[in-house]
């Protein structure tokens, strides 16, 4: 081969092709590979986790409509050769990319799903090079959106059948632009009723309404705190909402915030809807300071004034001012513990070659079989089923091979995946039965039609609140879903593993 002489790459900050977002070494695999005469090889990954966030029963899966408008546009730009090139990838390969279209197929999990550890949210088949060089956005795009919107549906309360208002204020702690967007995004898929990032709403739509109002700048900057509230409330008298706060809660913020409410009922007497709607409290002992709010403002005659909680709350802070201190707020503002999760700040999805498609169009099982038998891949190309009970919830999850057919009213043997169950083999007869795969992209075109925010959001409700069992839905000690895999995948797996380490799985 001969040399290939490249001219010098120029940094460029203000460059961005999300096709880039590539660890490197899924470029020196997919050089090497399409040099050795593999390029039209079809390959087949699945995406999965193996833990629940915060050790809780379960998880939500986001991030498929990213990843779908991801796949359709995605291409390579002549900057990103050059660059490729300066980094010693072949001149057949930067040639092949320069015009490469994604043409693969993408089956996924329903944007909001219910998801359980080891059931793949994704499965990817594809050419040998448009499977390799996706992992990375892949798994920052599923991991990140799938992480958050479980984190909300803690925060809101749809895990405990208790659902509050809840606003997602993290945006200025977010780790950079996009996760302040796309949290901001998954916030409102787990139950969020809007955002502070206007971006946000901008990208998504009203669905992810960019909502508040003032700060405590803005009050300091008044001589006095109810000149800034008249101001405010002058200039938005349809939408008063203020922070009581900046200097004394009860001593000034309250009686302020009377004196304006009595302000606008003097100047707009016959409109009913220009009156005060909130205040924001954003420190101290805020379960404290709701009651006493709570019982001056009733005992002004103003029970309409809702009050709002701010200030490092997260879904226990939350639930603890309710239940042990009967805090009386009607809505929250959450910031770096819902955006970040704090908690728990990594969902640990991967991605993991599962299968290699033949000339005669049958498929070779691969597998990671590791040092570990808990962390043996499933391999195979497969597609997982959901059993539900005759109340219409979900008994178990079950791996199939993918042309194996599952039937509702009919026994179903299965093997549970864990090598520790007392039995493991259980047979049970589903009353209803449900692919959880539905393909997104097939051939590089769209295949679904993508749901609106609100579709999604009512989805997520509807799952937690009538198929998920409240067992794995508690904060403390939840009840493991039961993963299942059929008699065929535990054999492949069980044989592979065998041949490839020794022993049994």
Known sequence: MDEIKVV???????YDNPAMVVDFYEFTMANCLFLHGFKNTTLVFDMFFRKNPDAQGYSISAGQRKLTRFLLNYHFNAQDIWWLRTKGMSEEFCEYLRTYQWKGDMYALPEGTVAYPHVQMVRIECDLVGAILIETYLLQTMNFHSLIATKATRVTGLNTHTPRSVMEFGTRRAQGESAGNDGAYAAVLGGCVGTANCLAEMKFGAEVKAVGTVAHSFIEFFPTEFDAFKAFADTYPDSVSLLLDTYNIMESGLPNLIKLDDYLIEKYPNDPNR?????RIDSGDLARGSKRLRKALDAAGKPYIKLVASNGLDEKKIANMELYEHAHFDSYGVGENLITSASDPVFGGVYKLVAVKQPDGSYTPKMKCSDSASKAIIPGKKMPWRLYDENGQAQCDLIAMDDEVIEAGKPVTMVNLDSDAIERTVTITPTKVKKLLVPHVLNGQLAIELPS???????????LTEETWESELRLECPHKHYVNMTPAVAECRSKMYAELHGGKV
Request: proline content about 9%.
């Open 8 to 14: 010098p790459y120029i940094p460029d900050e203000d």
């Open 275 to 279: 009156r005060v709607k909130s205040a």
């Open 453 to 463: 925010i609100a579709e999604k959001k009512a989805y997520i409700a509807k799952q």
